[in-house]
């Protein structure tokens, strides 16, 4: 009895777990290998078909196409979020007039509902009444308006904007934090050894701060790849195909043409592929742990 | 008594129901069958059979819809009902549209669907193949009001041959036309495709788009695109035809004249009512719901226009219908709500309260709408108005008309290519 006590106060976590993730997870992962559409939900019937819901969306060359809209919207997001994210932290590293209301001010995106967000930048991008083109035509630096998320060229360029924008704040947060760790005895010896800023910047900053940037790179990722409100919202995925990434094409799959068995294999891949750079992460810190 | 047609039998069954809901007194009821000429027995059996000793517990039937909030007229009615009923009342849940359609299949497949769901007309046709719905066939057959409907708004209530609705109301499309602009070049609203195509064009001067309209990459841009393909007097199984083709030609036409912005791809129609009162757009093709916004929002002269027509006229569908849920515990008390709406006094109250088009062409010879300027100019439109039903793929198949309009008006396409593209994938999902 006395050797079970310990177990019974996991229990609440484990059932948090259970309910919320590994639940939700395996059901989905079944639903992969099933042929799930509404009858189907409605009797329970819903007969195994193997692969044949991978094969489906491994063959559909929308979802081929979701793939590298995705691949664009995710490096394209976390880059710009990471490298202004980082200038940012840099500049507030130091404490000076303001800089405590001006991070608090910077924090905002994130606390935003991304509803708000995207909705608000649906309206700045507009081709007619857009923010974004009125100062720019203003300014004479283009002299047609652009449509922004009208044209399949550029629409992604939108929900990239914006969910930068949204972003900046976390890789800010994280990194700073990161900076504030290190010991400022560092930069003085360097400073006393005759090393520049950037010198400072490349073999103290950035070495000292590599498991920080690791977790922000690798967080940046998931987070970004699993975007959808903000390109639901902005563009629901259009004009054509141009901004269906692959938890649009899910979402599509499985509640527009209730196709669930072919929308859970599309997660499934999707979590896959974020595995495994998951994995590569933990890999690369244990590796790191080993070296200090 | 008034209804000699009516056998006495069938006319105490509907009493019967009523002494069940707490609308009649049991000692009324025992004196009209006295009345009616009904042994006390019989009508006791019979009573006995509607559930009603008269001593049922009250009943609160559950109501899911997406219609727009708030609206204190739909509240009204609820109680108004109550009144009606004492013994029934109604709890309505609002969902936003999306919301509502992502809920309904989990709801259902969990057992957890309300009494009565309040569902867009393109959407009934699924559910009811899906076995989501109760059938009422019988009880609309002996309730004897279906030839009173619109054949469009009851077309969209039927799925092979059985009844899974009531229609709750029902629009279609009009061109909205800012008369002072109209006045100013001396035109007059397009009565035909090169009418609109050349108006539009003569109206577009210096940040002012003759014509707007919405070609969002949802059913709502669907809803838009439809008047024009059925116009050509093309169909859904006739996408790549010479017609069908010549519906999407003319609305690149109008985009590459300049006419309309290409804003459109990510316009609601609400976005595009938005230019129109705001002076941006001469033209705006809308539903009657924009009504009371323009009413209150435009500073300028405007009237309504009937849909241009192409080989022939043609309009498109929209509304809600009143369905029951399957795994519904209160059936017939569902079905005597919906029944009691559709009243012809009931009807008409409500429909004109809240601004709605009336579902049944005798309602609609109501003096309110036929000398209203507006609505009247949607309703004439009602008998070219088409459902969208084309059986439970529809999702699918919208899919692909969106993808090909959005092709075609962004130059990712010519027409004819978009278009049988999109047959390609239509034509086998066709029922």
């Given amino acids: 009895m006395r050797a079970l006590t310990p177990y019974s106060f996991i229990i609440p976590a484990l059932l948090f777990l259970g309910i919320f993730l590994i639940y939700p997870m395996f059901t989905n992962l079944l639903y992969s290998v099933e042929r799930v559409d509404v009858g189907g939900l409605l009797t329970g019937v819903t007969p195994f078909v193997g692969l044949q819901n991978y094969q489906h969306v491994l063959g559909d060359p929308q979802f081929r196409s979701s793939v590298i809209i995705l691949l664009i919207f995710t490096a394209t997001c976390v880059t710009f979020q990471f490298i202004i994210g980082f200038l940012l932290a840099l500049l507030f590293k130091d404490r000076f007039p303001l800089s405590g209301p001006m991070r608090g001010v910077l924090m905002v995106p994130w606390l935003l509902p991304m509803v708000v967000s995207g909705t608000i930048f649906k309206w700045m991008l507009q081709l007619q009444n857009g923010l974004f083109n009125y100062v720019l035509l203003s300014a004479h630096l283009i002299h047609q308006p652009i449509a922004w998320l009208d044209d399949p060229h550029i629409a992604l360029a939108g929900p990239i904007i914006a969910n930068i924008w949204i972003g900046i704040p976390f890789n800010m947060a994280l990194l700073l934090a990161g900076l504030q760790s290190i010991s400022p005895s560092l930069y003085e010896a360097a400073s006393v050894d005759g090393a520049n800023l950037w010198h400072q910047f490349w073999r103290i900053t950035v070495p000292m701060m590599r498991s920080q940037i690791l977790a922000v790179l690798v967080l940046g990722i998931i987070l970004t790849s699993n975007v959808f409100d903000l390109i639901y919202i902005m563009t629901g995925g259009g004009p054509v195909n141009a901004t269906t990434t692959v938890p649009i094409y899910a979402y599509q799959s499985s509640f527009v043409f209730y196709d669930l068995g072919s929308g859970a294999a599309a997660t499934v891949l999707l979590f896959i592929v974020l595995v495994i750079i998951a994995s590569i992460y933990i890999a690369l810190l244990n590796r790191e742990e080993v070296r200090s | ?431």
């Fill in chain 2, 1 to 431: 008594m008034n209804s000699s047609s009516t056998p006495p039998l069938e006319i105490m069954r509907d009493l019967g129901t009523n002494v069940a809901h707490g609308k009649l007194s049991r000692r009324t009821f025992f004196e009209r069958a006295i009345a009616l000429g009904v042994s006390t027995s019989v009508a006791a059996s019979i009573l006995a059979a509607c559930g009603g000793s008269g001593s049922s517990g009250p009943v609160t039937l559950s109501l899911w819809h997406a219609l727009a909030l708030p609206d204190p007229n739909i509240d009204q009615l609820y109680k108004d009902f109550h009144s009606a009923f004492p013994n029934l009342s109604v709890q309505a849940t609002y969902y936003s549209y999306n919301d509502l359609y992502t809920k309904i299949v989990p709801a259902a497949a969990a057992g957890q669907l309300p009494d009565i769901l309040n569902i867009d007309n393109p959407n009934h046709q699924a559910y009811s193949s899906q076995g989501i719905l109760a059938d009422l066939t019988s009880k609309i057959s002996s309730w004897g009001q279906a030839s009173n409907y619109y054949k469009g708004p009851w077309s969209s209530t039927l799925w092979q041959g059985k009844n899974y609705g009531v229609p709750f109301e029902s629009n279609c499309l009009a061109i909205y036309y800012n008369v002072d602009m109209f006045n100013a070049a001396g035109l007059k609203p397009p009565t035909t495709w090169d009418e609109l195509r050349s108006v539009a064009k003569k109206l577009t001067t210096n940040g002012v788009y003759g014509y707007s309209m919405s070609l969002v990459k949802s059913e709502e841009g669907t809803f838009q695109f439809l008047p024009f393909l059925w116009q050509s007097g093309a169909d859904l199984s006739s996408l790549d035809s010479p017609a069908g083709i010549s519906a999407l030609q003319l609305l690149v036409d109008i985009l590459n004249d300049g006419s309309m912005t290409k804003d459109v791809l990510n316009y609601t129609q609400q976005d595009s009512i938005t230019q129109f009162i705001g002076g941006k757009a001469a033209m705006s093709m809308n539903g009657p719901w924009q009504l009371p916004g323009l009413k209150k929002g435009a500073t300028f002269k405007y009237a309504v226009a009937p849909l241009p027509v192409g080989t022939q006229a043609a309009n498109v569908l929209g509304g809600e219908n009143w369905t029951i849920s399957k795994t519904s515990q209160h059936v017939d008390e569902a079905w005597t709500f919906i029944q009691w709406t559709q009243g012809v006094a009931e009807l008409t109250k409500f429909d004109i309260a809240d601004g709605r088009l009336p579902t049944r062409s005798d309602i609609a010879q109501n003096p309110t709408w036929q000398n209203d300027p507006y609505l009247s100019v949607f309703i004439k439109q009602f008998p070219d108005a088409k459902a969208r039903a084309y059986g439970p793929n529809y999702p699918k198949m919208s899919a692909a008309i969106q993808t090909a309009f959005q092709s075609a008006l962004t130059g990712q396409s010519s027409a004819a290519a978009a278009m049988q593209q999109a047959a390609s994938i239509v034509k086998p999902l066709l029922p």
